[in-house]
């Protein structure tokens, strides 16, 4: 116990969870069970009518499938009736050729010497069949009806020692006491392993002969309703321990917990320690192997009901380590102790770890405002411009193709210079620069002729480059991004005024008017 503790810590607790112990926990009504614990099946097969006979068709599988106490009661029966039957029939037949009338007369020769009565007919059948031949009582030639008798009670002997002592032989040799020395822990656990929640309990082999082939299986026994409204009655669902790494093939040399991982394909996936109180299941346990001495295939079974299955446990450790040899305690075989194990399910925990996080959501900033409000900057000049392509929807095609070229080029320089603004935030929304270049150099040069020249093709041109302007392109421009760039509040978009202070007087004039 030290050592354990040495190993384990201090604060480790061993239960006991041995069934003959009384303790003062309210009595829970024992539930049927569909296989005991020591693996027998509490099936029972009525009403089957006229399929009786098939028994019958199968009558050595069933005179083996027979208790003892029965296959002994036929083994005798058959021997006393069939020895009673043939020495009735040698008694018959001395009887019928007057054997009996002459039986001390030494000059009459009879079938069978020396049998006078029905006494003297059975021992000289039992010696017969029993090959033992005291010389005394023997066949003659004088009888033909005797030699053919013999041969036939030959026979019939030879076929009721082969079935009789066949069916005794398989009976006797069958593994099932063998399964007798494969042990199963009185209760299983759920706790953590390698950070999973898994179901575990533990199988162990008494003797120092080995199971070849060794393999287990679980099956889920329980109850429930598809979603057709159809109720299945003891519902058979596969308990995956280890059948697709190999886990479920055993090397059974000394006892080994079994392990079945708790996940989303698990029909454990909503199981909680809460719901395991109102839960009715029973996990039945199958372990198959052949036996190394005698090459038979031997099947263990027992099950776990949901009061078997115990939350938040793990097995106590049974090996030890001695001079040159390995030693395992099977006084510890059943025990379990208490470890920290999470309450809740493996579908709760999933569930809260794929809600976000607080810290990664995100909330709005004094960035976002400063975005807004830089739209708004960027669009003051472009007041109602789906009106105005409503109005110019075929201005483009109707402009002269020097013109074209020049809106075509105005629009690649805008947008330009709209995502140089979005960087840097240091030039103005909507400057002479980002007009056109004809139009830049028509606004630079003076005199009453260039001011004309430029109100013209202002107006030809209609500001349709400046439509998709600051606004459109700063969308666009901040698409691909998660949020927009801050914008300084000394900015100088935000303290510049209104961008048509910059333009021309003639340019100002126009977008009054407009």
Sequence with gaps: MAALRRKFGEDYQVVNTNRATTFAAPVKKKRQRFVDKNGRCNVQ????????????????????????????????????????????????????????????????????????????????????????????????EKCPEGIILFLFQSLLGSIVDAFLIGCMFIKMSQPKKRAETLMFSQDAVISQRDGKLCLMFRVGNLRNSHMVSAQIRCKLIKSRQTPEGEFLPLDQCELDVGFGTGADQLFLVSPLTICHEINPKSPFFDLSQRSLMNEQFEIVVILEGIVETTGMTCQARTSYTEDEVLWGHRFLPVMSLEEGFFRVD????????????????????????????????PTPTLTDSHGARRDRVFSVDCINTSEERGRQGGAGGRLPSKLQRMSSSGKEDLQRKVLLLSSHHSEKACSTGDLPLKLQRLSSSTGPEAENRLQLKSLKVGFEPMTQSTGDLYQHSLAPTLSPAPVPMHSPLLSAGRPEDNLPAKLRKMNADR
């Excluded at 399929?51 to 083994?75: A, C, G, H, P």
């Excluded at 510890?332 to 976000?356: A, D, G, I, M, R």
Aim: with cysteine; proline share 5%.
């Design 330 to 361: 099977y006084s510890q075989f059943h025990s379990t102790f208490e470890v920290p194990t999470p309450p809740y399910s493996v579908k709760e925990h999933e569930e809260k770890n794929s809600l976000p996080s607080p810290l990664s959501t």
């Design 45 to 140: 097969h009525g009403n089957l009518g006229g399929e009786t006979s098939r028994y019958l068709s199968d009558l050595f599988t069933t005179l083996v499938d027979l208790k003892w106490r029965w296959n002994l009661l036929i083994f005798i029966l058959t021997y006393t009736i069939a020895w009673l039957v043939m020495a009735s029939m040698w008694w018959i037949i001395a009887y019928i050729r007057g054997d009996l009338n002459h039986g001390h007369d030494s000059s009459y020769t009879p079938c069978v010497a020396n049998v006078y009565n029905f006494p003297s007919a059975f021992l000289f059948f039992i010696e017969t069949e029993a090959t033992i031949g005291y010389g005394y009582r023997y066949i003659t």
